[in-house]
Each structure stands twice: as structure tokens, then as C-alpha cells.
């Protein structure tokens, strides 16, 4: 056994006293003691390496009861909200199991009392949602039913059973004479894309749904819903969030619903225990909000003055109930399918809508069909010189990444990001495979804004139990939890928690305190607004953990009867 380590870089060695495991490793013949005292060094360095060490460290002794509670409370779900899937036959039992695909576990993850624990959990900042796709798909179609300048069009007349599921719908407010000529989606001789008053619609609304009946307005409002969302079934179809996306954006784009939505949205963030966020709304320069009416227009400046009037109001009112929310900021986001002149003007309109404060910029849309971000390189580095003439700091925050493949252009993005010093990346589900890029991040310290009900719904994993985040964080590489596209996933923040929760025994406690705290320091927030924020958190988070050990010291005594596996 030696006492020092060396290592040899080409022509240089270094030596440097070694570590405990790394003279345990040395051993070649153990005895059984000294096989035992080896395994802990190693199992003790790997522990102190972890993401969460520091937290776990300085834990209080309120937070170790309160991580011990969570992990038997993990296993009591396990035992009694799911099943095995066969029997000691082999024979199926209709249960679920824990972490089986989130869309079919929804109903089963909203019962237990894990999910209960993950909604009080004070969850920092949300940094990666898309404006268009925060609230529950009703909502927005709730909006729309007393709204004379709603129109409403489909791809196939709605005749049939057939065309009911196969038409693609969408909606826009406009004038009457925008609309015409009008035409009704329930006659054969519908002409493809011709609009009809939704008013009208839902009076004619009338569809035999198996053994439903659905008719009227909330006929119209359940069978609308249930095209928006993603079924099990259509996992890994790209294609719905677009069919999604297609049907949001008219429901979106007028006044009262966009207030009404943003201060929805604020407040379900507040619901979610959420303390700050960053939206990314879809801006282009031919973006425009109308007027209830459908006969005036709100450019991106207009838009902008709305979020921020909605956000001082609602902001305002939760102070007043005694409630808090310390703020939220706006990620101007572009299609990556843009031409590189659209984009040019984008960055210009960026000045005109954001000057005012921090905030940052994204290309937004499926990697694999836009443009890479190499294709932009002179005017995002244009864009960064312009910046820091007027001494403004305005961050890229890219979505990159979102691919199983390596050496792909959605994977060369990353290289990109990095140059184009990114100060987060959007999904970055490839960075695990590229250690050197790994590295990168934590020294440039690019947080990663991971989505894992995104990626699982997308089929970038089969399950939550193969999704890359244990990877990255076993890595030390800076994440966030995000829930990106919560509407289509019938998804929340706290889903997201949750699956990371159940998706890798090794995440703890301590380690959703670590991706909370994260969260905080890689937010656009100044130095001001950051302190306050975590001030708020901190006390939160020690709220948390005290209610924890309240309420759930139950499972301290339980006894499990099933093993893991
Ligand atoms: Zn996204």
C-alpha cells in the first residue's frame, strides 16, 4: 500500500497525498475487515462528492427527520397507492407500478401522500414554462364561450367519428367581415378551414362519445379539452404538442383572455409554491394581441405593458391576502425556424419591447426541423455587442439539446450555447452523454432547466426511472426542475418534483433542497430581488420541513411488508 497518489499527464506526474479510498483501492488481497473498511471509504468519497452533500452536511435536525419521513413515505406509496404488475403466478393484477409512464400513473400520483408532501414543498423559481401552455387546457376554453368575436375552424367537416378525431381545430377572434365567408362545421359540404362563430358551435354541439352523450357548450368545452391534452397512447407524438399549440394560440391571443389568463397563471403559480418565475411567451414581429372585438390590434410592446400592469395588480393582491410572490420576468422567445433576417429584427424588437429590464432570449420550436443555432452565430454575437455597448446584460437562455442522439445538429447546439455563453440551457437531455461538456457547465457554471414530464411524455425516456437527471446531478452539474409544456401533460411543478422523487432512490430531501436552491442562484433575478426572494424561501423551506415531521411522523413506526424488487 502507498501513501501518495500519482498521476501521470504525458510527460508529467503529479504526486499528492491520497485520499482513503484511493489506498483502499490499492488493496489487492482483503481481508474480510479490511474488504468492509475499503467498501465505506469508497461508498463515503462517492457520498461526499454528491450534488447535495453540502446540504446534507448542514442539515438541521428538523430536516434529517423530515428526509427520513419522505423516503418511508416514498416506500408506504409504493406499498399501498401502487402494486406489483403480476402476481407470485405470473398472472397481471391491474395495478400500476411506481414510476410506470406519469400519464397513465396521474389519476394514482394525485392520491398519495407523497404528491400532498411535493405540493407544499416551497419550490424556488420556475424558470422553464411556456406562456401559451401554464394553465389546464379549460381554462382558456372556458374563456372563450361568451365571446361574439371567437371563430372557430377545422380541417374536416365533423361528421363523422372518424373526422371528429382526425380534424385539427383552431380558433382566432377576429371581425365578422375577416370570417366570411362563414361556413358550419357540422355539414358535409363543409369547405376545409372555413370559420364559424364558436357561439354558434356550441349551440350546435352535438357528439355521441361511446356510451356519452356530449352536447351544448360543456360538450363542446369536455371534447375540446380532450383534443389539447396527450393521452398515453399518443406519447412520443411530437405532433400533438403542435396540434396542442395550434388550438391554444386563438384561444390566447385577445385581450381579456390574456389578462385574465396571466393573473391565473401567477396565482397558480403562487398555489404551487412557486416563488418567482420566468415565462416565455412566443413573440414575432408579426405578433399581436387583439381587442375583444377582434377590430384592434396590441403590438409586442402592448403585450409587454399588459404582463407587467398584471403582474404589478395581481402581485398587489396577494400581498393583501397575506400571501407572497416575489416576481416574474419575461424570456422573449422566437421560432427557431425563422430566417436569419427575421431573427435580426426579432433581436431589434427585443430593444423596443425589453429595454426597460433583465430579462433574457430563446429559440423556441422542435430542434430537429428549425434552424441551428450556428446558422445565427454573427447575429446573436452582433445582438451580444450591441449589449454590452449600453451595458445591458441580457442573457441567452437556448433550448438545446432536446435529442438521444450525439453528433446530430440538435446535439451540436450545445457547443453553441456554450460559446454563445448561454446563462442556462432548455432541456440539455444530450449533455450526459458529452463528459467534457459536463465539465464545461459546472465550470461556467450553465445551469441545465430540465423537464423530466416533458422528456418522458416526448419519448426522450421510456420512464422517469431512465431519464438523465440522476446522471447529471451524480455529475454535479448545475439543474432546475421545470414542467415546460404543463397544459399537454395535465402536469404541474409538483408533478415534476414528484417524478424526480420516485424516478431515482438516491434523490432526497436534501437534494430538492439543492435543485430549489439552484433554481434561485441561476434565475435572472438582480442581487436585490435574489435576496429577497431567498429570504422568503428560506423561511418557507423551514416551515416545510417542521410540517413534515408534524404531520407524517406516523410513518416513523410503519413496518413495509413488501420488498423493493
Ligand atoms: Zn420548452
Known sequence: ?????????????????????????????????????????????????????????????????????????????????????????????????????????????????????????????????????????????????????MYIRSTLPLTSTKNLAASRISFMVMTEQEAAPLADLWTNNYPSNGWMPYMEFQQKFKVEDGDRSLHGTAGAETWLEQKILFSEEETYAVSQTSRGTQMMKGLFAYESAFRNYTRACIEDFVKDNIQYAEIRPNFMSTNSLKTNDGKGSIRNEGIME????????????????????????????TPRIF?????????????????????????????????????????????????????????????????????DKTDGNLFDAILLNAKRIGHGYAVARHPLLMQIFKEKNIAIESCPISNEVLGLTPTIAAHNLPILLANDVPCTINSDNATFYRSSLSHDFYQTMIGSESMSLYGWKQLAIWSLEHSCMDDKERENVIAEWTRRWEDFCQWIVEDYAWVESWEPKLTRH
Open 306 to 333: 399588459i404582463i407587467n400592469q398584471e403582474l404589478r395588480n395581481t402581485m398587489l393582491e396577494i400581498e393583501g391576502q397575506k400571501g407572497y410572490f416575489g416576481g416574474m420576468k419575461v424570456i422573449y422567445c
Open 339 to 407: 430566417k436569419k433576417e427575421q431573427i435580426e429584427v426579432a433581436l431589434d424588437d427585443y430593444y423596443v419591447a425589453f429595454v426597460d429590464d433583465e430579462k433574457g432570449f430563446d429559440l423556441v420550436g422542435e430542434e430537429e426541423m428549425g434552424n441551428e443555432l450556428r446558422h445565427f452565430v454573427p447575429e446573436f454575437l452582433a445582438f451580444q455587442r450591441k449589449c454590452k455597448e449600453q451595458k445591458l446584460e441580457i442573457p441567452f437562455l437556448f433550448h438545446c439539446g432536446e435529442t438521444l442522439q450525439v453528433g
Open 1 to 149: 500500500m502507498t501513501d501518495t497518489f500519482t498521476v501521470q499527464y504525458f510527460n508529467n506526474s503529479i504526486t499528492r497525498p491520497a485520499e482513503p479510498w484511493r489506498l483502499a483501492i490499492a488493496e489487492k488481497e482483503y481481508s474480510p475487515d479490511e474488504y468492509t473498511k475499503a467498501l465505506e471509504h469508497i461508498q463515503l468519497a462517492e457520498r461526499e462528492r454528491a450534488f447535495d452533500a453540502t446540504v446534507e452536511t448542514s442539515a438541521t435536525e428538523v430536516e434529517r427527520r423530515a428526509a427520513e419521513i419522505l423516503s418511508r413515505i416514498r416506500n408506504h406509496d409504493r406499498e399501498q397507492v401502487y402494486g406489483k404488475a403480476l402476481d407470485t403466478n405470473g398472472q397481471p393484477t391491474g395495478k400500476r407500478t411506481q414510476g410506470e409512464h406519469f400519464l397513465g400513473n396521474l389519476d394514482l400520483i394525485d392520491q398519495t401522500d407523497l404528491m400532498n408532501i411535493t405540493k407544499r414543498m416551497p419550490k424556488g423559481a420556475h424558470l422553464h414554462i411556456h406562456f401559451n401552455s401554464c394553465l389546464p387546457a379549460k381554462f382558456l376554453i372556458q374563456q372563450a364561450r361568451n365571446i361574439d368575436a
